[in-house]
T-cell receptor, first 114, second 116 residues
Framework: EAGVVQSPRYKIIEKKQPVAFWCNPISGHNTLYWYRQNLGQGPELLIRYENEEAVDDSQLPKDRFSAERLKGVDSTLKIQPAELGDSAVYLC????????????FGQGTRLTVV | AQKVTQAQTEISVVEKEDVTLDCVYETRDTTYYLFWYKQPPSGELVFLIRRNSFDEQNEISGRYSWNFQKSTSSFNFTITASQVVDSAVYFCALSGGNTGFQKLVFGTGTRLLVSP
């Protein structure tokens, strides 16, 4: 069974440019999470989807970040415009139920803003 | 509030040594889960173990063992006879009942370097 797939693996952009990350969760997993991992830190939740609905986006900086999960499967996380402080690893995870206790993580997208 | 503390930033050992990674947590939830994840250089978080707050039995899986003590709010992880392939960053995490177990709160991680 395929795991959580993320692309791209690496992205380098100049500040003020837009960037988007894509996540394909494990087939059948209803819940999808985006986490951000700053250098030397643990991941922190940005947004959680149950099917198409964003049920927890309290940690998402809504002035520049947006996310969508059309049809309740794939998801895209966008930053526009990017700032130097957005440099981090963006991790996607999915779980079958609505709890995080069975979450599986992708390999992440490492973003560098220069 | 929930918090996970991993005081050890980096540990270096020589192959075959035993190593213990410490994790201390804070939560007001009476029901919660604790986790350990491994993050190799490839980047993904690999699930190692999950324990619930009602099960304080220690667990052993091959070279890995976990010591859960509610009295000290600790969930420590020991690797016996470490190997070079164990080199990675290890994260302890907590998920609490008050949030419906709907998110993981991670510690800052411990980088383990195992040299030949």
């Amino acid at each position: 069974e395929a795991g959580v797939v993320q692309s791209p693996r690496y992205k380098i952009i100049e500040k003020k440019q837009p960037v988007a990350f894509w996540c394909n969760p494990i087939s059948g997993h209803n819940t999808l999470y985006w986490y951000r991992q700053n250098l030397g830190q643990g991941p922190e939740l940005l947004i959680r989807y149950e099917n198409e609905e964003a049920v927890d986006d309290s940690q998402l900086p809504k002035d520049r970040f947006s996310a969508e999960r059309l049809k309740g499967v794939d998801s895209t996380l966008k930053i526009q415009p990017a700032e130097l402080g957005d440099s981090a690893v963006y991790l996607c995870a999915s779980s079958l139920g609505s709890t995080a206790t069975e979450a599986f993580f992708g390999q992440g997208t490492r973003l560098t803003v220069v | 509030a929930q918090k996970v503390t991993q005081a050890q930033t980096e540990i270096s050992v020589v192959e075959k040594e035993d190593v213990t990674l410490d994790c201390v947590y804070e939560t007001r939830d009476t029901t919660y889960y604790l986790f350990w994840y491994k993050q190799p250089p490839s980047g993904e978080l690999v699930f190692l173990i999950r324990r619930n707050s009602f099960d304080e039995q220690n667990e052993i899986s091959g070279r890995y063992s976990w010591n859960f003590q509610k009295s000290t709010s600790s969930f420590n992880f020991t690797i016996t006879a470490s190997q070079v392939v164990d080199s990675a960053v290890y994260f302890c995490a907590l998920s609490g009942g008050n949030t419906g177990f709907q998110k993981l709160v991670f510690g800052t991680g411990t980088r383990l370097l195992v040299s030949p």
